[in-house]
């Protein structure tokens, strides 16, 4: 044991590099993260069921369900609920009774960018059914999941890793932020009648970021609006951003989250996280429908 903690802390680094150089290795990451908190050790998979890929034509998605049965130390039966199209999430639920009465507790998000990652433990509201047998898994969600707040969480940017109050409190208020912006794309796309669906983050990255922030992509990818005469541009992070442009564009809660480059920070740190609340009704309207996952392991 003890040699393969010194052994971790040196292949650590190659795993971390290999896993942003491939921003899609989300499941190394994690395995990364729950080394480092010893949560790897507390764990132990019971079951793994997979369903069959899902096409979700009122939704645009197409993913897998992957139910994990987990035993804590304590001796409780955990279940995790994993969309392959979102892997940097995955809910937790109990199931509390025989006729397979499921309680989600938390979602768990651990997301990676080139600067690092962020990681954190959201309350979560909500009911499903889980019937397992030998060989087959049936689930269904009951009703919507209500999200309430979140309770924990890290961030690890560059060589520095914040924990504690100050790490739920930088959580807390980008969640703040993103639920604001993602409002704010709703609106828009209702109101200039542009496509509103996304099948994964590279699309919607290659959609919002010439509307969002025309500042940092070619001449011709910018919206034709983007600089009129009058405009005044301020400095922030080594961009001039087009003050005018964001008054046009945004509503005036996000103003000095854009012109001073926050919002530009979100994006780059914490997209999966962004394309994740914006496409929660669908993935809740996904996990609405029955579903036969088959036992794989």
């Known amino acids: 044991m003890k ?3 010194r052994n971790i802390y040196i292949i650590l680094p190659l795993l971390i590099f290999h896993c942003l150089l491939n921003m899609g290795c989300i499941s190394i990451m994690e395995k990364t993260g729950q080394a480092l ?31 994990q049965e987990i035993q804590n130390k304590a001796g409780e039966t955990l279940y995790l609920i994993i969309l392959d199209s979102f892997p940097a999430m995955q809910f937790r639920a109990l199931l509390f009774n025989e006729q397979g009465q499921l309680y989600f ?19 979560i509201i909500g009911t499903g059914s889980l019937i397992i047998d030998e060989t087959t898994a049936i689930f269904l969600l009951n009703d919507d999941i209500q999200t309430v707040n979140i309770s924990s969480g890290r961030i690890h940017r560059y060589d520095t890793r914040i924990i504690g109050t100050e790490a739920l409190s930088a959580l807390r208020n980008r969640r703040e932020r993103i639920i604001a912006l993602v409002d704010w794309m709703h609106t828009y796309i209702e109101n200039n009648g ?20 025309p500042e940092t992509v070619s001449r011709r990818k910018r919206p034709a609006n983007w600089l009129v005469e009058g405009d005044i541009r301020v400095r922030a992070d080594s961009i001039r951003w087009n003050t005018g442009y964001t008054g046009r ?29 914006y496409q929660w009704e669908n993935i809740i309207t996904l996990l609405s429908r029955e579903h036969t996952l088959f036992r794989i392991r």
């Open 105 to 123: 507790s938390s979602l768990e998000y651990l997301g990676g960018n080139i600067h690092g990652w962020n990681e954190y433990s959201l309350d």
């Open 37 to 67: 908190d010893g949560s790897a050790f507390t764990e132990r998979t019971i079951a793994l069921y997979r369903s069959d890929i899902i096409n979700g034509t009122e939704t645009y998605l197409e993913s897998r369900i992957e139910i």
């Open 194 to 213: 542009k496509q509103s669906h996304f099948s994964s983050r590279k699309s919607f990255d290659q959609f919002w970021k010439p509307i969002m922030f």
């Open 3 to 5: 040699r393969f903690k």
């Open 249 to 277: 564009i945004f509503p005036e809660e996000l103003f000095n989250v854009r012109n001073t480059g926050t919002l530009l920070r979100d994006w780059e740190e914490a997209l999966s996280w962004i394309y994740l609340e």
